[in-house]
């Protein structure tokens, strides 16, 4: 660090999470921009990613310094999409599977929407709606990955270890994600023990993600591995949905829960074989 002011530590992690966090709120519950022609609620991630810039600005830390590498991203990059569509393939086969059992016919149809805890929203076949889709779901791994795993790793590991650092900044990127229930709760759409049990959940399963992304991040020692992951496993909730007669996606949390169960624990085992633990997590 070249800098006294990250002796803050905790605080300021605290305080640029809360900043940010406010401005989601403003987006999901005044603006809405997820449920309009964008489909995406991205906003409050280019103020993120601002946020980050001049945060940066005022510890003295290079992009370079939190993961944005210039060594190889394309090769990393390649490496994340390839992990994430890995694992998505035993997810969408045993939804296949489960809804043969039930007695209906799948299929795989190509089209946008926006993700909803209640159920995906929107139907757009047309070429822009790709491109909004791509575009939004980039801002997003750019902002989550910039701020959760590289700025608040960078100042976390000075003060705690890895692992510590890990659960604290996951526990964060969890809660980060109660936004939407938490919405549907306030305009009535949920009432409070569902909403709960879906705010305890999606911590729990964001929580488990981040800590996947910590991993990553620490194997490779750059952010384009976990930027490019976590760019599949938004963008392809997304675009690629199962459909039966009876609806589509009606098993989507458990094909995310299969697929992301699996990658923890192969990203853990990549951990551990790599012996990643014994690195620096930025390697400059």
Known sequence: MKTENT???????????????????????????????????????????S????????????????G??????????AYGLLLGIVVFLPAYGAEFIMQYISGNIPKLEWYVTSYSIQGNVGNQTAFIFYILCIVGNIINVVMEEGVFRGLFMKISEKKFSFLWATIFTSFLF??????????????????VFPACMAMLSLTLMSGLMGAKLCMLTKIFGN????????????????????????????????????????????????????????????RE
């Open 174 to 191: 969890g809660i980060w994600h109660i936004a939407a229930p938490l919405r549907s709760f306030l305009e009535g759409q949920m009432a």
């Open 7 to 49: 002796k803050m530590g905790v605080p300021l992690i605290l305080t640029v999470y809360i900043i940010c966090f406010v401005f989601r709120g403003l987006e999901y519950l005044v603006l809405k921009t997820d449920r309009g022609v964008f489909g995406e609620a991205f906003l409050h991630k280019l103020v993120g990613i």
């Open 51 to 66: 946020i980050l810039f001049f945060t940066l600005r005022y510890l003295s830390i290079s992009w370079k310094e939190i």
């Open 68 to 77: 944005f590498t210039k060594e190889k991203p394309w090769r990393f990059l």
């Open 223 to 282: 952010l384009w591995v976990p930027m490019a992951d976590h760019f599949v496993n938004n963008t392809i909730v997304n675009v690629l949905h199962v459909s039966t007669a009876s609806g589509a996606d009606q098993m989507q949390v458990m094909r995310i829960a299969i697929a992301q169960s699996l990658s923890f624990f192969i990203v853990l085992f990549w951990y551990w074989k790599t012996k990643a633990g014994q690195k620096d997590t930025f």
